[in-house]
């Protein structure tokens, strides 16, 4: 069955720096997402992408954020200048009709 | 407005015994109420999903009961087994307007042998 492949699995990185989270969307999708969840609460929806472009963003999705489908295979998350509340598992997802299919995401840990 | 509600927080429930989770919502335009079943370390996955169109939809030993007037949807594991202790999520969308999904806060369930 086709996978939505993310990367790295785990990353730790200090207050202020830069972080890219890779995603590699299923190859017949046509629209992209990022979740997060903060531990042991809610996913939360931060933004979707569609024909290369933000659809939607949620208020969490501010300008340290930014989206990027640089080929046509990859779709990146990047924070810009990491906070200790940016510390959460990260989630890409895509689809093509109704149903979404999530990756393993990636665990964000920021100290 | 965007909110859905799901309760209970935490399950436990025998094996072979029926589990059942309910979440309600208030934004009428929501027109797709999927479940995900999410295991430790692992994304968020398709359990079950329904249009309310109809009031219910069975997949195996998984139902989803709909209904559209009290705007509340439920989710029924019969025969619940060890192997469906996980945390459950329910969410919706409006698939013609903005398809992103909002979660419900998560049940916890437990099923013990």
């Known amino acids: 069955e086709p996978e939505v492949t993310q990367t790295p699995s785990h990353q730790v990185t200090q207050m202020g720096q830069e972080v890219i989270l890779r995603c590699v969307p299923i190859?017949?999708?046509?629209?992209f997402y990022w979740y997060r969840q903060i531990l042991g609460q809610k996913v939360e929806f931060l933004v979707s992408f569609y024909n290369n472009e933000i659809s939607e963003k949620s208020e969490i999705f501010d300008d340290q954020f930014s989206v990027e489908r640089p080929d046509g295979s990859n779709f990146t998350l990047k924070i810009r200048s990491t906070k200790l509340e940016d510390s959460a598992m990260y989630f890409c997802a895509s689809k093509r009709g109704s149903g979404y299919t999530f990756g393993s995401g990636t665990r964000l840990t920021v100290v | 407005q965007q909110q859905v509600k799901q309760s209970p927080q935490s399950l436990i429930v025998q094996k072979g015994g029926i589990s059942i989770i309910n979440c309600a919502y208030e934004?009428?335009?929501?027109?797709?109420f999927p479940w995900y079943q999410q295991f430790p370390g692992k994304g968020p996955a398709l359990l079950i999903a329904i249009r309310p169109d109809v009031s219910e939809k069975k997949e195996g030993r998984f139902t989803i009961s709909f209904n559209k007037s009290a705007k509340q949807f439920s989710l029924h594991i019969m025969d619940s087994q060890p192997g469906d202790s996980a945390t459950y999520f329910c969410a919706a969308s409006s698939l013609y307007n903005t398809d992103k999904l909002i979660f419900g806060t998560g049940t916890r369930l437990q099923v013990f042998p």
């Open positions: 934004n009428t335009a929501f027109d797709y």
């Open positions: 190859s017949n999708h046509l629209y």
